[in-house]
Structures are given as C-alpha cells and as structure tokens.
C-alpha cells in the first residue's frame, strides 16, 4: 500500500468520484469499470478545481451490450475505442491517492469496484485519507423527509432534475443535493422554532396515498437506481444545475466552477450498505 501524499494542497481537497459499471448476470458476478467521473472540490470554498471523466473499454467487449438498454446510455460500440483501464490508472491514481474521497454509498460499491479495477490492472490501488459517504451523512442529519435515501429522490425533492446516471453529471448532483441539505439543515439549526423538523418527513411530500398511485415524473431503472415509488411535489424554485456529461472518450475541465455551502464529512462506515448501488 502506498502511502498517501499528505501535501497540504491534496490534503484539504475532496474528490467526488463516480463508476459506471456492467451489471453482472448472475449473483457474484464482476462487475466491469465502464467510464470513471471525477471532480476535486475545496472544502473552504467548494470550489470545483478540476474535473475528469473518460469511457473505459473492458478486456471482453462481450459482457457490454449490443444496444443500450441502461439507463447510462453506454453500449458496446460506445467504449470500443475507448482507452483499457491501464492506460487511464495513472491518471485516474493521481486524482484519487491522498485526497478525501466522497460520493453517496461509496463504501459499499466504489470503494470495492476501483480497487478491484487496480488490482486487475496489477498497480496499488490509491489511497484516501478520509472518506465521506453522504447516505450515511444525510441518512444521520437530515433523514427520510424526502421519502427515501437514494440520490434520485433527493434530488427531485430539491428539484434539481433527474439523475442521469453518468459519472460526472452524477458527482455534480451528489454535490448540489449535499449543498441543498446542509442549507436546509443550516436554516433550521438557526430558527429551530419556526423551522422545526424530525428529519423523518415533511408536509411537502407528497406519498403515493396523496397522488393515487401516479408520479409526477418519469423514473429510471438501473442497478443505482430502482424503480422510486414516491412522487414528490416541487416547493421552491430551486435553479438547476449545469451538469457536465462527457461527450466522446475524455474530458478534462480546470475551470473553477463557483458554488456555495458545505456538508458535514465523516470518517464513520455508514450502516447501511447494500450489496449494489441502487443510491
């Protein structure tokens, strides 16, 4: 294991990262590295520093689809030219090694599926010197009022959109819904008598006995994201996010992208841990 470059540059930054993978066919399976989404982000200032995202071809191009029936969109012929896991790692490495890593069930499934990435590539997989999983964090501090913890349902609590299920667009949300939360949760600690909330629900949801059964928008079904069976009702005009999406192999982005309040970070292990994503 290497050890961590402890620079006070890399030191403060967090990186959110995100995978796009195969699903396996059966229980046990692997699951394959499609397209790595990364952004670095200052924790004083969340700053967006540096983003990265780029198609990764696996060995066997077989265990990819033909045509896409994911809700990423990848298919075969989409990562036919991309570059193999081997030529990315270093890069891939240098972001990752020695910052603190972020994303929303990152212990359970991104933690697992990079290192096994670098294992195949037979290179040390990076090392954080801290992690924060947000669906532990907003799970503890602001809790099921959305209806339930996944990150597509935060974020059309927020009105930030649908998920799109691709690496950089979904690090970017994972950082706007964390942003909504901390102001929210911020709001409250400072008119806690007028803005009072038990963090388990809120009058402006709206559950399937309020909608008869309908939702108010169309989901998605993927290993991240399962079928939603909330709707929910738009509140506040809350501005949508510009989400990058990476057309073609890579793409690379240094230019800082302002944004405002953070989110309480945490070494802790979450408890809940599903095998899959489906956050």
């Not at 990364?38 to 969340?46: E, F, K, N, S, Y």
């Not at 896409?68 to 989409?78: F, H, K, L, P, V």
């Not at 942003?179 to 009058?203: I, W, Y």
Request: hydrophobic share 40%.
């Amino acid at each position: 294991m290497l050890v961590p470059n402890l620079s006070p540059q890399n030191a403060a930054e967090i990186v959110f990262f995100d995978l796009e993978t195969t699903v396996p066919g059966r229980a046990g399976g692997r699951f394959w590295v499609l397209e790595f989404g990364a952004i670095v982000v200052c924790p004083r200032q969340l700053v967006e520093l540096e983003s990265y995202c780029t198609l990764i071809r696996p060995r066997d191009l077989s265990v990819v689809t033909l045509k896409s029936g994911r809700a990423d969109g990848i298919t075969r012929e989409a990562v036919a030219t991309a570059p193999i896991f081997e030529d990315v790692a270093e890069r891939i490495f240098g972001l990752l090694n020695g910052r603190v890593w972020a994303r929303h069930n990152i212990h359970r499934f991104d933690c697992s599926r990079i290192r096994e990435a670098f294992a195949d590539a037979g290179r040390p997989a990076p090392v954080p010197v801290g992690m924060m999983d947000s669906l532990g964090v907003l799970t503890r501090k602001f809790g099921r009022r959305a209806g339930n913890m996944k990150m597509a349902t935060l974020a059309a609590y927020f009105g930030l959109g649908q998920q799109k299920h691709r690496s950089l667009d979904d690090v970017r949300m994972n950082l706007e819904v964390l942003k909504h939360c901390a102001t929210v949760l911020f709001l409250e600690s400072s008119l806690p008598d007028v803005l009072a909330c038990n963090g388990q629900g809120s009058p402006t949801v709206v559950t399937r006995s309020r909608s008869n059964g309908r939702l108010p928008y169309g989901g998605e079904t993927s290993r991240k994201s399962p079928p939603i069976s909330l709707g929910y009702q738009r509140v506040f005009p809350y501005a949508r996010s510009n989400a990058g999406k990476a057309n073609g192999t890579q793409r690379v982005d240094k230019f800082p992208k302002k944004v405002s309040f953070g989110a309480e970070m945490s070494n802790e292990s979450n408890d809940l841990r599903p095998q899959q994503r489906g956050y």
